[in-house]
């Protein structure tokens, strides 16, 4: 696999070079009707504000959100350079109550977690699936660790959407889950598409992202944490992703806007 882009210091070439060409319509419907939602520097770098200011536009027809003019891979590797291996790790407790969604279903044979880190959800959603082979792919070598500690049965480096990688995973799934993960991704359909055909048929796909018609989003503005400027390329509201999945064959059969919640909006915005 190509080694990462290494992450350079502005001065040392500009900043031009950390983004991309400003998008004037929206990636998911294509309308050109947009509104700026949010203009903002990183947040997150407390004391050592990265370089410029980010700026999140939404189509006024669709309600996508999205990063303009978008980061380019060397630009995300300058702002990912000073974040900890593993940033907000998640209390076990939420990765239990996520895989507790599958447990109406039957037990899955094989379970694929997409961006899974150090497999740490694959460790607690075993309390409830002890039969389940769990396998992981991620873009770092945090999936390797996953594997070292038995988390994980399979690890597989890189992104779901190299052709390598889907075509080795191609219908082996009972369930493929992606615990906010497309919103850190540059094209969110295409990472559908690859987990859809990860999935064999009649498998789950289980997805968690946050919710840019969330209540706090407004109240907090700017300092919401799950807008994490410039790392969240994308926003998409429930309708959007629920049309974009029945327009591939896929039958919605629950969807909670309440109890997968992060009680960290608060706490983030401090």
Known sequence: MPAAPKATAPQETGTDGFHEPRREDCPWCGSRRLRTRLRAPDLRQRGRRGPGTFVVDECRDCAHAFQTPRLTAEGLAFHHRDLPEAPHPVPPRRHRAAARAMLPFPEPESW????????????????????????????????????????????????????????????????????????????????????????RPGGHLLIEVPDPHCAFGTLLGKWWPWYAQPRHLHLMPLANLVAELESRHCTIVATDRRAPHIPYDLTGAL
């Open 112 to 199: 694929l977690d997409v961006g899974t880190g150090v497999g740490a959800f694959p460790a607690a959603a075993k309390r409830y699936f002890p039969y389940t082979a769990f396998d992981g792919v991620d873009t770092t070598r945090r999936v390797q660790k996953a594997r070292a500690s038995g988390h994980i049965e399979e690890a597989h480096r890189g992104s779901l959407t190299d052709r390598e990688i889907v075509n080795r995973l191609r219908a082996r799934y009972d369930v493929v889950s992606m615990f906010h993960h497309l919103e850190h991704t540059p094209d969110p359909r295409e990472e559908l598409r690859a987990a859809l055909t990860a999935l």
